[in-house]
C-alpha cells in the first residue's frame, strides 16, 4: 500500500510537472512572457470627432458633435468628462455635469443601433467601442462669431496620459 502510494505521488509530481511545463512553454511561444519582458497590448481609449457644427438660437448656442470611439479597450465604453471649447481669446470648460445637463439628444449611427451611447453626470459623452453617435447639445451661452476649438480629454491610466481630441468649428 505504501508503495503503491509513492508511486501514485510520483507520478503526480511528474504530471504537474509536465502541466507548469507545457504551460510556461506556450506562454513564452504566443506572448514572450517567461522570458522577457511582461507586454500588455491594451490601447488607451481614443475618441474622435467626426463631424461639428454649431449655430446660435434664442437659448444659446447649439452644438452637434459626430463622435466615434475608433481605439480601445472593448470591456467598456469610452467616456470624454470634461470638453473644452475655445479659441485665441476666450475659452470654457463643460465637465460631465455640464454635458450631461446640455445634452438634448443622442442619434446612433444606423449601422449600432444595438449600441447604446449616452451622457450621464459622472462620464460625460459614453461611447462604445466601435460605434458612433450624433450629441446634440444647447449650451446656454451664446458666442460670438468667430473659428473654436474643441477638445474632448478622455481619462487613461494615469492623469499623466490623457487622450485629448480636437476638432474645430465656426460661428458666422
Known amino acids: 500500500m505504501v508503495m503503491e502510494m509513492e508511486r ?8 504537474a510537472i509536465l502541466v507548469v511545463g507545457w504551460i510556461l512553454a506556450t506562454g513564452q511561444w504566443a506572448y514572450g512572457n517567461v522570458v522577457g519582458p511582461l507586454v500588455n497590448h491594451s490601447k488607451i481609449p481614443q475618441l474622435k470627432i467626426t463631424y461639428v457644427n454649431a449655430y446660435e438660437n434664442a437659448k444659446g448656442t447649439y452644438l452637434i458633435l459626430n463622435i466615434t470611439d475608433c481605439d480601445g479597450p472593448d470591456a467598456y465604453p469610452a467616456s470624454a468628462p ?8 476666450w475659452h470654457v470648460f463643460l465637465y460631465s455635469y455640464n454635458i450631461s445637463n446640455d445634452t438634448v439628444k443622442v442619434i446612433q449611427a444606423p449601422w449600432n443601433e444595438n449600441k447604446k451611447d449616452y451622457t450621464n453626470w459622472y462620464s460625460g459623452f459614453v461611447v462604445i467601442l466601435g460605434s458612433e453617435a450624433q450629441f446634440q447639445l444647447q449650451l446656454p451661452f451664446h458666442l460670438s462669431p468667430g473659428t473654436y476649438h474643441i477638445k474632448l480629454y478622455t481619462p487613461a491610466v494615469s492623469s499623466k496620459v490623457l487622450a485629448k481630441q480636437t476638432a474645430t468649428f465656426t460661428i458666422s
Do not use: A, C
Open 82 to 89: 470634461m470638453m473644452e471649447i475655445y479659441n485665441s481669446t
Open 8 to 15: 501514485v505521488t510520483i507520478i503526480g509530481i511528474i504530471f
